[in-house]
Protein backbone atom coordinates (compact mmCIF):
# COMPACT_ATOMS: atom_id res chain seq x y z
CA UNK A 1 0.00 0.00 0.00
CA UNK A 2 1.10 3.63 -0.65
CA UNK A 3 0.24 6.53 2.07
CA UNK A 4 -0.54 10.06 1.92
CA UNK A 5 0.69 10.66 5.97
CA UNK A 6 -0.76 14.24 7.17
CA UNK A 7 0.68 14.25 10.56
CA UNK A 8 0.93 16.75 13.64
CA UNK A 9 4.00 17.74 14.72
CA UNK A 10 5.49 19.51 17.56
CA UNK A 11 8.41 19.67 19.42
CA UNK A 12 7.42 20.58 22.68
CA UNK A 13 4.79 21.83 25.15
CA UNK A 14 5.30 25.33 24.68
CA UNK A 15 6.52 24.87 20.91
CA UNK A 16 3.60 25.78 18.60
CA UNK A 17 2.82 22.64 16.33
CA UNK A 18 1.77 22.31 12.68
CA UNK A 19 0.89 19.51 10.23
CA UNK A 20 3.63 17.91 8.40
CA UNK A 21 2.85 15.22 5.02
CA UNK A 22 5.01 12.02 4.09
CA UNK A 23 4.74 9.36 1.28
CA UNK A 24 4.76 6.13 2.71
CA UNK A 25 4.95 3.07 0.39
CA UNK A 26 5.74 -0.57 0.40
CA UNK A 27 3.05 -0.82 3.58
CA UNK A 28 1.65 -4.08 4.04
CA UNK A 29 -2.30 -4.57 4.52
CA UNK A 30 -1.79 -6.86 7.41
CA UNK A 31 0.86 -4.31 9.61
CA UNK A 32 -1.36 -2.90 12.56
CA UNK A 33 -1.37 1.40 12.25
CA UNK A 34 1.38 1.49 14.85
CA UNK A 35 3.71 -0.51 12.75
CA UNK A 36 3.16 1.40 9.89
CA UNK A 37 4.20 4.77 12.22
CA UNK A 38 7.21 2.44 13.09
CA UNK A 39 7.81 1.87 9.55
CA UNK A 40 7.49 5.65 8.67
CA UNK A 41 10.07 6.45 11.81
CA UNK A 42 12.84 4.15 9.94
CA UNK A 43 12.40 6.15 6.90
CA UNK A 44 12.81 9.24 8.79
CA UNK A 45 15.84 7.72 10.38
CA UNK A 46 17.26 6.63 7.21
CA UNK A 47 16.91 9.71 5.64
CA UNK A 48 18.78 11.38 8.81
CA UNK A 49 15.03 13.27 9.98
CA UNK A 50 13.80 13.67 13.45
CA UNK A 51 11.04 10.45 13.69
CA UNK A 52 7.38 11.15 15.10
CA UNK A 53 6.63 10.72 19.05
CA UNK A 54 3.67 8.31 19.55
CA UNK A 55 2.32 6.62 22.89
CA UNK A 56 2.74 2.90 22.56
CA UNK A 57 2.68 -0.38 24.88
CA UNK A 58 1.45 -3.24 24.89
CA UNK A 59 0.01 -3.31 21.62
CA UNK A 60 -2.42 -5.69 21.70
CA UNK A 61 -5.76 -3.46 22.94
CA UNK A 62 -5.64 -3.64 26.93
CA UNK A 63 -3.20 -0.90 28.15
CA UNK A 64 -4.91 1.99 26.80
CA UNK A 65 -1.44 3.86 25.84
CA UNK A 66 -1.80 4.59 22.09
CA UNK A 67 -3.23 7.78 21.82
CA UNK A 68 -4.43 9.18 17.73
CA UNK A 69 -7.04 10.74 16.38
CA UNK A 70 -7.22 8.92 12.83
CA UNK A 71 -9.22 11.24 9.91
CA UNK A 72 -11.26 12.72 13.16
CA UNK A 73 -11.93 9.32 14.79
CA UNK A 74 -9.87 8.59 17.89
CA UNK A 75 -8.09 5.36 17.63
CA UNK A 76 -9.25 5.60 13.69
CA UNK A 77 -12.78 4.41 12.29
CA UNK A 78 -13.10 1.37 13.26
CA UNK A 79 -15.68 0.68 16.23
CA UNK A 80 -14.34 -0.92 19.02
CA UNK A 81 -10.46 -0.90 18.32
CA UNK A 82 -7.32 0.39 19.67
CA UNK A 83 -5.32 2.32 17.34
CA UNK A 84 -2.83 -0.61 18.03
CA UNK A 85 -5.27 -2.84 16.81
CA UNK A 86 -6.27 -1.50 13.81
CA UNK A 87 -5.36 -2.73 10.96
CA UNK A 88 -4.01 -1.19 7.61
CA UNK A 89 -6.22 -3.41 5.37
CA UNK A 90 -9.45 -1.07 6.77
CA UNK A 91 -7.35 1.99 4.71
CA UNK A 92 -7.35 1.99 0.89
CA UNK A 93 -4.81 2.01 -0.83
CA UNK A 94 -3.24 5.88 -2.02
CA UNK A 95 -5.61 7.12 0.92
CA UNK A 96 -4.33 10.27 2.64
CA UNK A 97 -4.51 9.82 6.76
CA UNK A 98 -4.72 12.51 9.22
CA UNK A 99 -3.02 11.75 12.17
CA UNK A 100 -3.39 13.94 15.25
CA UNK A 101 -2.64 14.15 19.15
CA UNK A 102 -6.37 13.98 21.08
CA UNK A 103 -6.56 17.21 21.80
CA UNK A 104 -8.07 18.90 25.12
CA UNK A 105 -6.67 21.48 27.73
CA UNK A 106 -6.59 18.93 30.34
CA UNK A 107 -4.41 16.20 28.14
CA UNK A 108 -1.47 19.07 27.51
CA UNK A 109 0.50 17.77 24.29
CA UNK A 110 4.40 16.09 25.24
CA UNK A 111 5.36 16.35 21.62
CA UNK A 112 4.38 15.12 18.12
CA UNK A 113 1.22 12.63 18.78
CA UNK A 114 2.07 12.11 22.65
CA UNK A 115 -0.33 13.70 25.11
CA UNK A 116 0.10 13.69 29.27
CA UNK A 117 -3.37 11.73 29.83
CA UNK A 118 -2.30 12.41 33.89
CA UNK A 119 -5.47 14.14 34.69
CA UNK A 120 -7.20 10.60 34.65
CA UNK A 121 -4.60 9.33 37.26
CA UNK A 122 -5.97 12.62 39.46
CA UNK A 123 -9.60 11.49 38.73
CA UNK A 124 -9.15 7.49 39.34
CA UNK A 125 -6.58 8.56 42.34
CA UNK A 126 -9.49 10.81 44.14
CA UNK A 127 -11.83 7.95 44.16
CA UNK A 128 -9.77 6.80 46.90
CA UNK A 129 -10.10 3.33 48.29
CA UNK A 130 -12.47 0.45 49.12
CA UNK A 131 -13.21 -0.85 52.71
CA UNK A 132 -12.55 -4.68 52.39
CA UNK A 133 -10.82 -7.37 55.06
CA UNK A 134 -6.80 -7.34 54.01
CA UNK A 135 -4.77 -10.49 54.74
CA UNK A 136 -5.69 -13.85 53.73
CA UNK A 137 -7.66 -13.90 50.95
CA UNK A 138 -11.90 -13.38 51.44
CA UNK A 139 -14.24 -16.38 51.01
CA UNK A 140 -15.09 -15.99 47.16
CA UNK A 141 -18.75 -16.66 47.70
CA UNK A 142 -19.05 -13.99 51.30
CA UNK A 143 -20.49 -11.21 49.63
CA UNK A 144 -23.63 -12.53 47.69
CA UNK A 145 -23.66 -10.77 43.96
CA UNK A 146 -26.06 -11.01 41.41
CA UNK A 147 -25.05 -11.58 38.39
CA UNK A 148 -26.38 -9.25 35.78
CA UNK A 149 -24.52 -6.42 38.61
CA UNK A 150 -21.37 -8.14 38.32
CA UNK A 151 -21.42 -8.53 34.78
CA UNK A 152 -22.70 -4.56 34.48
CA UNK A 153 -19.29 -3.63 36.96
CA UNK A 154 -17.22 -5.77 34.65
CA UNK A 155 -18.85 -3.59 31.55
CA UNK A 156 -17.24 -0.67 33.08
CA UNK A 157 -13.98 -2.03 34.60
CA UNK A 158 -13.03 -2.58 31.06
CA UNK A 159 -12.45 0.98 30.74
CA UNK A 160 -8.83 0.84 29.77
CA UNK A 161 -8.15 4.62 30.19
CA UNK A 162 -6.73 5.54 26.93
CA UNK A 163 -9.03 9.00 26.30
CA UNK A 164 -10.68 8.07 23.34
CA UNK A 165 -13.78 9.84 25.01
CA UNK A 166 -12.08 12.90 25.85
CA UNK A 167 -10.67 13.03 22.44
CA UNK A 168 -14.06 12.55 20.42
CA UNK A 169 -16.16 14.67 22.55
CA UNK A 170 -16.62 18.32 21.14
CA UNK A 171 -16.37 19.29 24.99
CA UNK A 172 -13.31 17.67 26.12
CA UNK A 173 -16.13 15.90 28.57
CA UNK A 174 -14.11 13.30 30.37
CA UNK A 175 -17.94 11.82 32.05
CA UNK A 176 -17.41 8.63 30.29
CA UNK A 177 -14.38 8.02 31.60
CA UNK A 178 -15.17 8.84 35.43
CA UNK A 179 -18.64 6.98 35.11
CA UNK A 180 -16.96 3.96 34.43
CA UNK A 181 -14.30 3.89 36.94
CA UNK A 182 -16.79 5.24 39.51
CA UNK A 183 -19.26 3.00 38.11
CA UNK A 184 -17.70 -0.38 38.42
CA UNK A 185 -17.08 0.33 42.37
CA UNK A 186 -20.05 2.05 43.28
CA UNK A 187 -22.40 -1.08 41.40
CA UNK A 188 -20.81 -3.36 43.69
CA UNK A 189 -21.66 -4.24 47.29
CA UNK A 190 -17.57 -3.40 48.07
CA UNK A 191 -18.31 -0.38 46.97
CA UNK A 192 -21.19 1.18 48.87
CA UNK A 193 -19.52 2.15 52.51
CA UNK A 194 -17.63 5.17 50.34
CA UNK A 195 -19.93 5.68 47.20
CA UNK A 196 -21.04 9.24 48.09
CA UNK A 197 -17.23 10.75 48.91
CA UNK A 198 -16.22 8.68 45.46
CA UNK A 199 -18.53 10.19 43.60
CA UNK A 200 -18.32 13.85 44.65
CA UNK A 201 -14.61 13.60 45.08
CA UNK A 202 -14.29 11.81 41.38
CA UNK A 203 -16.88 14.69 39.75
CA UNK A 204 -14.37 17.55 41.72
CA UNK A 205 -11.00 15.88 39.99
CA UNK A 206 -12.55 16.08 36.57
CA UNK A 207 -13.77 19.37 37.20
CA UNK A 208 -10.58 20.89 38.21
CA UNK A 209 -8.88 18.87 35.76
CA UNK A 210 -10.53 21.25 32.90
CA UNK A 211 -12.60 19.05 30.90
CA UNK A 212 -15.60 19.97 29.60
CA UNK A 213 -19.11 19.30 30.59
CA UNK A 214 -21.10 16.54 29.01
CA UNK A 215 -23.74 17.12 26.24
CA UNK A 216 -25.08 13.93 25.50
CA UNK A 217 -23.81 13.40 22.03
CA UNK A 218 -22.93 9.72 22.57
CA UNK A 219 -19.82 10.80 20.55
CA UNK A 220 -17.85 8.85 23.54
CA UNK A 221 -19.15 5.73 24.09
CA UNK A 222 -19.03 5.79 19.91
CA UNK A 223 -15.89 6.47 19.95
CA UNK A 224 -15.10 3.58 23.23
CA UNK A 225 -12.29 0.97 22.13
CA UNK A 226 -14.27 -0.78 24.62
CA UNK A 227 -17.76 -0.04 23.68
CA UNK A 228 -18.38 1.62 27.36
CA UNK A 229 -22.28 2.67 27.31
CA UNK A 230 -23.44 5.80 27.97
CA UNK A 231 -25.15 4.44 31.01
CA UNK A 232 -22.75 4.98 33.49
CA UNK A 233 -23.05 8.50 32.48
CA UNK A 234 -26.51 8.33 33.39
CA UNK A 235 -25.74 6.34 36.61
CA UNK A 236 -22.92 8.44 37.08
CA UNK A 237 -25.73 11.83 37.55
CA UNK A 238 -27.78 9.65 39.36
CA UNK A 239 -25.06 8.75 42.17
CA UNK A 240 -24.05 12.31 42.03
CA UNK A 241 -27.37 14.08 42.32
CA UNK A 242 -27.73 11.41 45.52
CA UNK A 243 -25.04 12.16 47.11
CA UNK A 244 -25.66 15.79 47.07
CA UNK A 245 -28.84 15.45 48.73
CA UNK A 246 -27.92 13.58 51.03
CA UNK A 247 -24.80 15.77 51.88
CA UNK A 248 -27.52 18.57 51.46
CA UNK A 249 -29.80 17.43 54.34
CA UNK A 250 -26.82 15.72 56.57
CA UNK B 1 -24.57 21.58 44.22
CA UNK B 2 -25.08 23.61 41.08
CA UNK B 3 -21.34 25.11 40.27
CA UNK B 4 -20.30 21.31 39.61
CA UNK B 5 -19.98 20.36 36.34
CA UNK B 6 -23.14 18.14 36.71
CA UNK B 7 -24.79 20.55 39.13
CA UNK B 8 -25.18 22.57 35.96
CA UNK B 9 -26.54 19.95 33.90
CA UNK B 10 -28.92 19.45 36.39
CA UNK B 11 -30.00 23.17 36.84
CA UNK B 12 -30.49 22.66 32.48
CA UNK B 13 -32.65 19.76 32.75
CA UNK B 14 -34.48 21.12 35.92
CA UNK B 15 -35.43 24.50 33.88
CA UNK B 16 -35.81 22.19 31.23
CA UNK B 17 -38.87 20.12 32.87
CA UNK B 18 -40.64 23.48 33.18
CA UNK B 19 -39.95 25.04 29.86
CA UNK B 20 -40.97 21.86 28.44
CA UNK B 21 -44.07 21.45 29.95
CA UNK B 22 -44.85 25.11 29.47
CA UNK B 23 -44.71 24.61 25.64
CA UNK B 24 -47.36 22.10 25.93
CA UNK B 25 -49.72 24.10 27.94
CA UNK B 26 -49.26 27.08 25.92
CA UNK B 27 -50.02 24.93 22.90
CA UNK B 28 -53.22 23.72 24.14
CA UNK B 29 -53.93 27.10 25.16
CA UNK B 30 -53.11 28.42 21.10
CA UNK B 31 -54.90 25.54 19.23
CA UNK B 32 -58.72 26.92 21.19
CA UNK B 33 -58.43 29.71 18.83
CA UNK B 34 -59.34 26.80 15.95
CA UNK B 35 -62.93 26.63 18.48
CA UNK B 36 -63.42 29.79 17.52
CA UNK B 37 -63.50 33.68 19.04
CA UNK B 38 -65.76 33.32 21.43
CA UNK B 39 -63.34 30.33 23.05
CA UNK B 40 -60.51 31.63 22.85
CA UNK B 41 -60.74 35.35 23.81
CA UNK B 42 -62.72 33.87 26.93
CA UNK B 43 -59.53 31.42 27.73
CA UNK B 44 -57.51 34.36 26.91
CA UNK B 45 -59.69 36.48 29.49
CA UNK B 46 -59.98 33.97 32.03
CA UNK B 47 -56.18 33.88 32.08
CA UNK B 48 -55.71 37.88 32.55
CA UNK B 49 -58.29 37.62 35.00
CA UNK B 50 -56.58 35.23 37.42
CA UNK B 51 -55.07 36.67 40.83
CA UNK B 52 -52.39 38.75 40.42
CA UNK B 53 -50.22 36.36 42.60
CA UNK B 54 -50.99 33.66 40.62
CA UNK B 55 -50.51 35.37 36.82
CA UNK B 56 -47.44 37.41 37.55
CA UNK B 57 -45.97 34.76 40.19
CA UNK B 58 -45.99 32.26 37.08
CA UNK B 59 -44.78 34.93 34.55
CA UNK B 60 -41.95 35.50 36.84
CA UNK B 61 -41.48 31.76 37.59
CA UNK B 62 -41.37 31.07 33.72
CA UNK B 63 -39.05 33.95 33.15
CA UNK B 64 -36.80 33.26 35.86
CA UNK B 65 -36.39 29.78 34.17
CA UNK B 66 -35.73 30.95 30.75
CA UNK B 67 -33.04 32.96 32.19
CA UNK B 68 -31.59 30.25 34.12
CA UNK B 69 -31.59 28.11 31.83
CA UNK B 70 -29.92 30.66 28.84
CA UNK B 71 -27.23 31.39 31.86
CA UNK B 72 -26.26 28.08 32.45
CA UNK B 73 -26.17 27.10 28.74
CA UNK B 74 -23.81 29.92 27.95
CA UNK B 75 -21.73 29.05 31.39
CA UNK B 76 -21.79 25.72 30.12
CA UNK B 77 -20.64 26.49 26.72
CA UNK B 78 -17.68 29.03 27.46
CA UNK B 79 -15.90 26.04 29.69
CA UNK B 80 -16.29 23.77 26.72
CA UNK B 81 -14.95 26.15 24.56
CA UNK B 82 -11.63 26.34 27.04
CA UNK B 83 -11.53 22.46 27.88
CA UNK B 84 -11.25 22.14 24.04
CA UNK B 85 -9.02 24.93 22.47
CA UNK B 86 -7.94 23.70 18.98
CA UNK B 87 -10.79 21.25 17.56
CA UNK B 88 -9.59 18.87 15.42
CA UNK B 89 -8.39 19.03 11.81
CA UNK B 90 -10.85 16.56 10.40
CA UNK B 91 -14.29 16.81 12.47
CA UNK B 92 -16.33 13.89 12.16
CA UNK B 93 -19.27 12.63 14.30
CA UNK B 94 -20.29 8.82 14.29
CA UNK B 95 -23.35 9.03 16.81
CA UNK B 96 -24.43 12.71 17.70
CA UNK B 97 -27.17 14.66 15.26
CA UNK B 98 -27.73 17.26 13.63
CA UNK B 99 -30.40 18.78 16.89
CA UNK B 100 -27.58 17.93 19.50
CA UNK B 101 -24.66 19.71 17.67
CA UNK B 102 -26.43 22.83 17.30
CA UNK B 103 -28.45 22.98 20.73
CA UNK B 104 -26.63 26.50 21.38
CA UNK B 105 -27.96 28.00 17.80
CA UNK B 106 -31.25 26.89 18.03
CA UNK B 107 -31.91 27.97 21.81
CA UNK B 108 -29.75 31.36 20.73
CA UNK B 109 -32.30 32.20 17.95
CA UNK B 110 -35.64 30.23 20.49
CA UNK B 111 -34.51 33.17 23.21
CA UNK B 112 -34.58 35.68 20.75
CA UNK B 113 -38.19 34.38 18.80
CA UNK B 114 -39.50 34.32 22.81
CA UNK B 115 -38.51 38.51 23.13
CA UNK B 116 -39.94 38.86 19.45
CA UNK B 117 -42.67 37.14 20.94
CA UNK B 118 -43.50 38.50 23.93
CA UNK B 119 -43.20 42.15 22.19
CA UNK B 120 -45.59 41.00 19.87
CA UNK B 121 -48.59 39.72 21.11
CA UNK B 122 -48.35 40.15 25.00
CA UNK B 123 -46.60 43.68 25.73
CA UNK B 124 -48.06 44.45 22.29
CA UNK B 125 -44.85 46.83 21.82
CA UNK B 126 -44.24 46.10 17.95
CA UNK B 127 -47.87 46.91 16.72
CA UNK B 128 -49.55 48.81 19.54
CA UNK B 129 -52.76 49.11 16.95
CA UNK B 130 -52.81 45.54 18.60
CA UNK B 131 -54.34 46.84 22.09
CA UNK B 132 -57.11 48.96 20.45
CA UNK B 133 -58.69 45.28 19.47
CA UNK B 134 -61.55 45.07 21.68
CA UNK B 135 -64.24 42.51 21.58
CA UNK B 136 -67.18 41.91 23.57
CA UNK B 137 -67.34 38.16 22.03
CA UNK B 138 -66.09 36.08 24.95
CA UNK B 139 -66.67 38.49 27.62
CA UNK B 140 -68.27 37.19 30.93
CA UNK B 141 -70.30 40.43 31.37
CA UNK B 142 -70.36 42.09 27.98
CA UNK B 143 -68.05 44.61 29.20
CA UNK B 144 -64.91 45.14 26.45
CA UNK B 145 -62.48 42.50 26.28
CA UNK B 146 -58.73 42.01 24.24
CA UNK B 147 -59.89 40.86 21.09
CA UNK B 148 -57.23 37.99 21.18
CA UNK B 149 -58.78 36.42 17.92
CA UNK B 150 -58.78 39.15 15.85
CA UNK B 151 -55.51 40.10 17.36
CA UNK B 152 -53.63 36.60 15.79
CA UNK B 153 -55.21 36.53 12.91
CA UNK B 154 -53.71 40.62 12.36
CA UNK B 155 -50.74 38.93 13.54
CA UNK B 156 -50.08 35.82 11.32
CA UNK B 157 -51.80 37.65 8.35
CA UNK B 158 -48.56 39.18 7.48
CA UNK B 159 -46.31 36.53 5.89
CA UNK B 160 -43.07 37.26 7.22
CA UNK B 161 -44.29 37.14 10.92
CA UNK B 162 -45.94 33.86 10.09
CA UNK B 163 -43.06 32.24 7.95
CA UNK B 164 -40.36 33.56 11.59
CA UNK B 165 -42.75 31.86 13.73
CA UNK B 166 -43.09 28.67 12.02
CA UNK B 167 -39.34 28.40 11.23
CA UNK B 168 -39.05 29.03 15.17
CA UNK B 169 -41.06 26.22 15.84
CA UNK B 170 -39.18 23.94 13.94
CA UNK B 171 -35.61 24.99 15.18
CA UNK B 172 -37.82 24.78 18.54
CA UNK B 173 -38.71 20.71 17.52
CA UNK B 174 -35.08 20.33 17.47
CA UNK B 175 -34.16 21.62 20.21
CA UNK B 176 -37.02 19.62 22.36
CA UNK B 177 -35.61 16.32 20.37
CA UNK B 178 -32.59 16.60 21.90
CA UNK B 179 -33.52 18.43 25.17
CA UNK B 180 -36.11 16.43 26.24
CA UNK B 181 -34.29 13.06 26.04
CA UNK B 182 -31.41 14.64 27.44
CA UNK B 183 -33.28 15.53 30.72
CA UNK B 184 -33.46 12.08 31.09
CA UNK B 185 -29.69 11.49 30.76
CA UNK B 186 -28.93 14.37 33.06
CA UNK B 187 -30.81 13.88 36.02
CA UNK B 188 -29.72 10.22 35.84
CA UNK B 189 -33.22 8.42 35.02
CA UNK B 190 -32.43 6.42 32.19
CA UNK B 191 -31.01 2.89 31.53
CA UNK B 192 -29.99 0.72 28.02
CA UNK B 193 -33.81 -0.64 27.80
CA UNK B 194 -35.17 2.66 28.16
CA UNK B 195 -33.04 4.72 25.83
CA UNK B 196 -35.18 3.54 22.58
CA UNK B 197 -38.12 4.34 24.16
CA UNK B 198 -37.17 7.63 25.53
CA UNK B 199 -35.56 8.66 22.27
CA UNK B 200 -38.72 7.98 20.07
CA UNK B 201 -41.00 9.40 22.92
CA UNK B 202 -39.10 12.74 22.99
CA UNK B 203 -38.59 13.22 19.38
CA UNK B 204 -42.35 12.48 18.80
CA UNK B 205 -42.95 15.23 21.56
CA UNK B 206 -40.78 17.44 19.82
CA UNK B 207 -42.77 17.04 16.01
CA UNK B 208 -46.43 17.45 18.46
CA UNK B 209 -45.58 20.86 19.73
CA UNK B 210 -43.81 21.60 16.02
CA UNK B 211 -47.57 21.21 14.57
CA UNK B 212 -49.70 21.96 17.36
CA UNK B 213 -47.79 25.48 17.30
CA UNK B 214 -47.70 26.14 13.21
CA UNK B 215 -51.02 24.97 12.97
CA UNK B 216 -52.59 28.77 13.31
CA UNK B 217 -50.15 30.51 11.18
CA UNK B 218 -50.01 27.86 8.30
CA UNK B 219 -54.13 27.99 8.30
CA UNK B 220 -53.73 31.92 8.58
CA UNK B 221 -51.86 31.47 5.68
CA UNK B 222 -53.86 29.17 4.09
CA UNK B 223 -56.39 31.15 4.48
CA UNK B 224 -55.13 34.27 3.73
CA UNK B 225 -54.38 32.20 0.18
CA UNK B 226 -57.82 31.01 -0.42
CA UNK B 227 -56.50 27.39 -0.13
CA UNK B 228 -59.23 26.70 3.26
CA UNK B 229 -60.94 28.78 5.46
CA UNK B 230 -61.22 27.72 8.85
CA UNK B 231 -61.76 31.40 10.60
CA UNK B 232 -64.34 33.42 10.49
CA UNK B 233 -64.62 35.10 7.53
CA UNK B 234 -66.14 38.42 8.37
CA UNK B 235 -63.01 39.11 10.95
CA UNK B 236 -60.93 37.36 8.99
CA UNK B 237 -61.13 39.93 6.15
CA UNK B 238 -61.27 42.86 9.05
CA UNK B 239 -58.20 41.37 11.11
CA UNK B 240 -54.95 43.32 9.39
CA UNK B 241 -52.58 45.00 10.63
CA UNK B 242 -54.41 48.27 11.05
CA UNK B 243 -57.42 48.21 12.79
Known amino acids: MKLTLKIWRQAGPEKSGSFETHELDGVSEDSSFLEMLDQLNEQLLADGKEPIAFDHDCREGICGTCSLTINGHPHGPENSTTSCQLHMRKFKDGETLTIEP???RAFPLVRDLVVDRSAFDRITQAGGYITVRTGSAPDGNAIPIPKPDSDSAMDAAACIGCGACVASCKNASAMLF??????????LPQGQAEKDKRTLDMVSAMDDAGFGNCRNYGECSAACPKDISLDFIAKLNRDHAKANLKKLLS | MFST???????MALTGIVLIGFVFVHMAGNLQILAGQEQINKYAHDLQSLPWFVLWGSRIFLLACVILHAWTAFALVSENRKARPRPNEVEVTKKAGWSSLYMGLTGTILLSFIVFHLLHFTIRLIFPEYNELKTTVGSPDDSEIQDVYK???????LEGVSVFYVVSMFLLCRHLSHGVSSVFQSLGIRSESWRGRLEVASEAYAWLVFIGFS??????????????SLFDAAVFSSASLLP
Open chain 2, 5 to 11: SLGKKYL
Open chain 1, 178 to 187: TAAKAGHLNM
Open chain 2, 151 to 157: MVLAGFR
Open chain 1, 102 to 104: FRA
Open chain 2, 215 to 228: IVPVAVLAQESGIF
